[in-house]
């Protein structure tokens, strides 16, 4: 008996310490979720460390979707989840006092103050009235709303609605915030200074943030990791370095012909490289991507193209953009579904063989 | 800190950087409360703009200024009774409550789905349940302490005449019964209009609307079921169960034994009671099942 209980508390000392060994802010485990006509999530199996995460993918891959099962507001079909070590399903009061949330939509009433609605919502976290009004004002102070947080939010521009809307998100200091496309309808400048606050809210309060967004490319400068879904699957997680790292391709332009018209001269380049042992692939119509072996495929490019009398336009070296993403690894994604499916979490910075997108794109 | 103790001339904004909180998280029930609160006070405009505190101070006023002269001319003539019976003062002013309670529904329901405020309010610690909850009772207990007022002025109003006490207590406690079933039943159908649109106007012309033709439409049948009696018979007495108004006005006529007239409207006998009241209970839980029910899917 006495044996068996000390077992039982040897175990529970485990558990205790594995759960506090995983630092991942998220982790789920083969999520889905089922609607009765399309699966908006599809074993989704994936980790979030601290940090600015972004949650990348187009409209209707499931990031609204994830958000809310995250939050506990809707159940899972199957599959397993946790936030901040808290599970999905029987623990959504304890992830909601912890988390804050800022919708994609509007979600303001005209007729109230952004302080009067900020303590309002800081209250409905559980933070007592007068810390609610304190965490309010300095709150509202570090999103940068000053003066005209007493005016009614009818008047606001979309800037200051979207600091309010990050504002009451962060409020009750949450240890993780999730972001639901935070720079939609913000112009150049207005996305920079959210980016740049977005940054903050991590380097300068410590609270992780989970930042959605269908444009890619502004996230490349914010976050430290990348996670990809397309259609409820994912595609990939790794490092936002990872993603724009240099790949050894070079995209070469030709002019045509001067005087034989009829010659097609990117045919004529593609065939002689490809005859000098170099793997070259269409981009579009006019531009070449040919693998870099070496300082001499330059030269080799440069003597092909001069020895055919043709101009060059374009020589430059590709960087891997993280918008190229979804025309290349989509294909690589329904080749490899059962491998993301179970090891999604894993690092899938593997070098992909880009040229075959190329070769997509081109047929 | 409080920033007064630094001196006041240096003109400097200090940024004191971000602060953690580490203070008390009350969780669930304290947000359900703080719902509630925030939405009685908004039923009345408080915490929002000067012109929507417009309507509902003047349909408090509205109610309570009889009130005060109804005592005024009791006192000044030295009646021995009120002019008008406490349940029946909320009678004769429904329509004034029917004003309030179609104009402040959609206050407290249509609003936060125009404005999208319900998804934010779920991404708190608080349940779907919770939301109906706070705002049903906030919606209930404004409507009750609109029609408490005018009781509270008649009743003291009545102490300070040296009018009979036992009978004003008594029936300034019937009063308070019937002004509470006045804030339940037409309130939580109302809700349920309230909840069904995200535009205020649409909600407060549907209630209003829903109040009116179905008290128009009770009128309309106990009418014809009186035909040329002059009082109205029992048979037609059932028609009120069509009206949420109609229907409290019946069964507290009944119940509290008040009202007179030949249109009197009142439940008819014990079983009748039995009957309004099962239908009151019905009406009440089955707009809240109704409303929990809009929200499970928001």
């Given amino acids: 008996m006495r044996g068996s209980s000390f077992q039982l508390m040897a175990l529970a000392a485990q558990a205790r310490y594995v759960g506090c060994v995983s630092t991942a802010v998220i982790k789920t485990d083969g999520l889905t979720k089922r609607f009765p006509r399309v699966t908006a999530l599809d074993r989704l199996t994936v980790e979030v460390q601290p940090g600015v995460v972004g949650l990348v993918g187009s409209n209707g891959a499931g990031k609204s979707t994830l958000i809310k099962i995250l939050l506990g507001l809707a159940p899972a079909t199957s599959g397993t989840g946790r936030v901040l070590g808290l599970d999905i399903g029987t623990q959504g009061p304890e992830i909601r006092e ?21 303590v309002h919502m800081a209250r409905m976290a559980g933070l007592p009235a007068a810390a609610a009004r304190e965490r309010t004002a300095d709150t509202l102070r570090h999103v940068g709303l000053y003066e005209e947080r007493y005016r009614p939010m009818g008047g606001y521009s979309t800037g200051m609605k979207q600091r309010v809307k990050l504002a009451q998100a962060l409020v009750h200091d949450p240890k993780l915030v999730l972001l639901d496309e935070p720079t939609n309808g913000l112009d150049p400048a207005g996305r920079d200074e959210m980016l740049a606050l977005i940054r903050r809210v991590h380097t300068d309060f410590g609270i992780s943030v989970l930042v959605t967004t269908h444009l890619l490319g502004e996230l490349e400068r914010t976050c430290d990791h990348l996670v990809v879904i397309d259609g409820g699957k994912l595609l990939r997680s790794s490092s936002t370095a990872s993603f724009t790292e240099a790949t050894a391709l070079l995209a070469v332009e030709v002019t045509d012909h001067p005087e034989d018209t009829a010659l097609d001269s990117g045919t004529a380049v593609r065939e002689r490289l ?12 006019r531009v070449l991507l ?22 060059l336009v374009r020589l430059e070296q590709r960087r891997h953009r993280v918008a190229e993403l979804f025309g290349t690894e989509a294909t690589e994604a329904t080749e490899a579904d059962d491998d993301t499916g179970s090891t999604g979490s894993t690092d899938g910075t593997d070098s992909a063989d880009h040229t075959k997108g190329g070769a997509e794109d081109a047929s | 800190m409080p920033p007064e103790t630094r001196p006041a001339d240096t003109g400097v904004i200090h940024d004191i950087g971000y602060r953690g909180y580490a203070g008390p998280r009350l969780g669930r029930a304290y947000a359900t409360r703080s719902l509630f609160t925030q939405s009685l006070r908004a039923a009345y405009g408080l915490g929002r703009s000067g012109k929507s505190k417009v309507l509902p101070m003047l349909v408090l006023g509205v109610l309570t200024v009889p009130a005060v002269i109804m005592v005024a001319i009791a006192l000044a003539t030295h009646r021995s009774e009120l002019p008008l019976d406490y349940p029946r003062y909320l009678s004769a002013f429904g ?13 407290l329901l249509s609003r936060d789905l125009r404005y999208h405020t319900v998804p934010l309010y779920f991404s708190r610690p608080i349940t779907r349940g919770d939301y109906v909850r706070a705002k049903f009772a906030a919606m209930v207990s404004a409507q009750f302490l609109l029609m408490a007022v005018p009781l509270l002025v008649l009743y003291i109003g009545a102490l300070l005449g040296r009018l009979d006490f036992g009978h004003n207590t008594g029936h300034f406690l019937f009063g308070l019964v019937t002004a509470l079933l006045y804030a339940l039943v037409p309130t939580s159908v109302a809700l349920v209009i309230a909840a069904a649109t995200p535009r205020r106007g649409f909600g407060v012309a549907g209630i209003m609307g829903y109040l009116a033709i179905s008290t128009v439409v009770v009128a309309i049948l106990t009418r014809i079921g009186t035909g040329i009696e002059l009082t109205v018979p029992d048979s037609a007495q059932w028609a009120a169960l069509l009206s949420p108004n109609d229907l409290v006005e019946s069964l507290t006529n009944q119940l509290f034994d008040v009202g007179g007239g030949g249109d009197r409207l009142h439940a008819p006998g014990a079983f009748g009671v039995a009957v309004f009241i099962a239908a009151v209970i019905a009406m009440v839980s089955g707009s809240y099942g109704l409303l929990l029910r809009r929200y499970s899917s928001v």
């Fill in chain 1, 274 to 285: 490809a005859a000098a042992g170099l793997s070259v692939t269409l981009d579009g119509s």
């Fill in chain 1, 98 to 118: 912890r988390v804050g949330y800022m919708p994609e939509h509007d979600c303001l009433p005209p007729d109230v103050s952004a302080t009067e609605f900020v």
């Fill in chain 1, 290 to 311: 040919v693998r870099l072996e070496g300082d001499d495929t330059y030269d080799a490019i440069r003597d092909t193209v001069a020895e055919l009398g043709l101009g």
């Fill in chain 2, 95 to 107: 329509l004034i409550v029917s004003i309030f309670l179609a104009s402040q529904a959609p206050v």
